[in-house]
Each structure stands twice: as C-alpha cells, then as structure tokens.
C-alpha cells in the first residue's frame, strides 16, 4: 500500500504546477483524498480533499479559485492543480487517503491513515 506523490518544484509567483499522487496496493476509489501541506515551523494543514461518499470537495480558503482537486478513477491518481501561486504557498504538499464516514473537510490530518511521501513547492516572489 502506496501514496507516491510528485510534480512539486520552483515556480515564480503567478506560475502554476500541477502534483500527482499516484496509489498502489489498493484502489482510490471509495477512500477520501486529500492534499496537505506544511511549510517550515508551521503545523501540517489540508489544502483541498475529496470526499468519498458524495465526491464532495473541499478548499482551504486561500486557495479557493487557484486551486483544483481532481481524482482518476481509471489511473488510481490524485491531482492538485495550482494556478496562481503566492510564495505563501510555499511548502511540502502530501497526499493522503482514508476511509471517512462524514465529509472529508470534518477531519484533521492526523486522521488520515495513508500518506505520501511529501513534494516541495516553492513560490519565489
């Protein structure tokens, strides 16, 4: 059982990336989904997810409009497209998988079972 998350980098601000979390060892599809982050000497936060009942999505407010959540069913991946990038955007994004009863916004990180490994976004002003 796997998160393998990836496509983080150094962009500009203004720029986009778009990360991909790809799973293996077991199927998306019935688990919620969700991408977090932490930047140094913050505490780790949910960035956006999916939930798994209603398919439902959730978006921390400041990324509200610049950033998208999506799932492919057929690829057993997670994306996170990210337009606009502010440096306050700097940080290592994770994805994360579990199965949850209630929407997925209703739960904190530390109640997500399965995690990728991290991906470092870096916004320069």
């Known amino acids: 059982v796997q998160l393998q998350a990836s496509g983080g980098g150094l962009v500009q601000s203004g720029g986009s990336l778009r990360l991909s979390c790809v799973a293996s060892g077991f199927t998306l599809n019935g688990y919620a989904t969700g991408w977090f982050r932490q930047a140094p000497g913050k505490e780790r936060e949910v960035v956006s997810c999916?939930?798994?009942?209603?398919?439902?999505?959730y978006y921390k407010d400041s990324v509200k409009g610049r950033f998208t959540i999506s799932k492919d069913v057929a690829k057993n991946t997670l994306y996170l497209q990210m337009n606009s990038l502010k440096p306050e955007d700097t940080a290592v994004y994770y994805c994360?998988?579990?199965?949850?009863?209630?929407?997925?916004?209703?739960?904190?990180?530390?109640?997500?079972?399965?995690w990728g490994q991290g991906t470092l976004v870096t916004v320069s002003s």
């Open positions: 994360a998988a579990e199965i949850l009863a209630l929407q997925c916004k209703n739960y904190r990180p530390d109640e997500y079972g399965q």
């Open positions: 999916i939930s798994s009942h209603d398919g439902s999505t």
